[in-house]
Nanobody, 123 residues
Framework: QVQLVESGGGVVQAGGSLRLSCAAS????????MGWFRQAPGKEREFVAA????????YYADAVKDRFTISRNNAENTVYLRMNSLKPEDTAVYSC????????????????WGQGTQVTVSS
């Protein structure tokens, strides 16, 4: 079955960087859009970034544009989220997700989810 496993979260000071990984297995993801979402305590889940596994187009939320980069490694079947210039407001549980057909910023349109990884940015 489809499995998405995130890793790479942790505690970092404001201005620092982290790279999250999402290891995908269970099927061929070349036609899937991979997304990263985050949810802070007391807040709704929000879109962070997305890309087509086999394409070059990327999509970002305004809040992370120019700071975060989504990418993939086909050989390792892994999607990454590189996060630079982190801010305390980036603190959240980050989850990767997959869906077919077209990209979406709506979390409820994604079919598969990982368990999430905690990112904490201290001021």
């Amino acid at each position: 079955q489809v499995q998405l496993v995130e890793s790479g979260g942790g505690v970092v000071q404001a201005g620092g960087s982290l790279r999250l990984s999402c290891a995908a297995s269970g099927r061929t993801f070349s036609t899937y859009y991979m997304g990263w979402f985050r949810q802070a305590p007391g807040k709704e889940r929000e879109f962070v970034a997305a890309m087509l596994w086999s394409g070059s187009n990327t999509y970002y939320a305004d809040a992370v544009k120019d700071r975060f980069t989504i990418s993939r490694n086909n050989a390792e079947n892994t999607v990454y989220l590189r996060m630079n210039s982190l801010k305390p407001e980036d603190t959240a549980v980050y989850s990767c997700a997959a869906r077919r057909t077209r990209p979406s910023t709506n979390w409820d349109e994604y079919d598969y989810w990982g368990q999430g990884t905690q990112v904490t940015v201290s001021s």
